[in-house]
C-alpha cells in the first residue's frame, strides 16, 4: 500500500510515533518492488559521489512533514559513512512554502539551521504562526537570536536563490507530487502506509542497495 501524504482539504494524518529507528536492528530481508519501493522513471543521477544518496524531500509547511521530522531527525543521525542523507525543501506549487525554502537554506548559510530546525516546524504546526513571508520568517528568527540582517542578505542572495530553485527542479525530476517523500540512490522511490514504515522501509532499500550499510553506525 502506498504511502499518500498530499495534502488535502479536511485531512488529518495520526502518527503515533512510539518508537524510533535505529540500524542496530536485525538483518534485514531484501527490499522488493511494488512492497517496499517502486523505480523512477527516469532514474536520476547522485549529486553525492562514493556515497549512497538520500534524499528526503518536505516543506515545514507541510504537517506530515513536521510529524515526521523528529523520527528521519533520528535515524539520519544514525546513518554509516557510506550513506548520506540531502533534505531538499519543495514548494508543490505553494508560494508560501517557497518562502520556506529560501528560509531553510537562508538559516543554513547563518549556521543557525540546526538549532532552529524543529522550532521553525513547531512555531508554524504547535503555535500556529503564519510564517509565510519574509517579513514575518525574519522578524521570527530575530527573536530566536539570528541577526536579522545576515539573513535577510542571506535570504535574498543569488546563493540561495539558486538552491531554491534547484530544489525546485530536483521536485519535478524526481517527481513529487505529496511530501514527505524519499527516494534512495536517485531511482528507488521508497513506498509505505505509514510514516514509521515509511523509514523502516527505507532502512530496508538502503540495506538491499548498500549491504555494508546494515549494523555499521556513523562515526558522527
Not at 90 to 102: E, F, I, T, Y
Not at 144 to 172: I, M, P, W, Y
Not at 180 to 199: C, S
Request: with cysteine.
Amino acid at each position: 500500500m502506498r504511502l499518500n501524504l498530499r495534502l488535502k482539504a479536511g485531512g488529518v494524518l495520526a502518527v503515533i510515533a512510539t518508537a524510533l529507528l535505529g540500524w542496530a536492528l536485525p538483518a534485514l530481508s531484501q527490499a522488493v518492488e511494488g512492497k517496499q519501493y517502486t523505480l523512477l522513471s527516469p532514474p536520476q543521477t547522485s549529486e553525492i559521489s562514493g556515497k549512497t544518496e538520500v534524499i528526503e524531500f518536505f516543506s515545514y509547511g507541510c504537517p506530515h512533514c513536521w510529524h515526521f521530522h523528529p523520527l528521519i531527525d533520528k535515524w539520519a543521525a544514525e546513518l554509516p559513512p557510506n550513506v548520506i542523507i540531502v533534505r531538499v525543501p519543495v514548494s508543490l506549487g505553494r508560494p508560501q512554502w517557497g518562502q520556506l525554502s529560501r528560509a531553510y537554506y537562508a538559516l543554513q548559510a547563518t549556521g543557525d539551521l540546526k538549532r532552529l530546525d524543529g522550532e521553525l516546524f513547531d512555531a508554524i504546526h504547535k503555535e500556529q504562526q503564519p510564517l509565510f513571508s519574509e517579513s514575518n520568517i525574519t522578524a521570527w528568527v530575530a527573536a530566536h537570536g539570528v541577526d536579522a540582517a545576515k539573513f535577510t542578505e542571506a535570504f535574498n542572495s543569488f546563493a540561495v536563490s539558486t538552491k531554491a530553485s534547484h530544489a525546485e527542479q530536483l521536485s519535478r525530476n524526481y517527481q513529487v507530487d505529496g511530501i514527505p517523500k524519499i527516494v534512495v540512490g536517485g531511482k528507488y522511490v521508497v513506498q509505505a502506509a505509514t510514516l514509521e514504515e515509511l523509514l523502516t522501509n527505507a532502512q530496508q532499500v538502503v540495506a538491499t542497495v548498500a549491504p555494508t550499510a546494515a549494523g555499521a553506525k556513523s562515526s558522527k
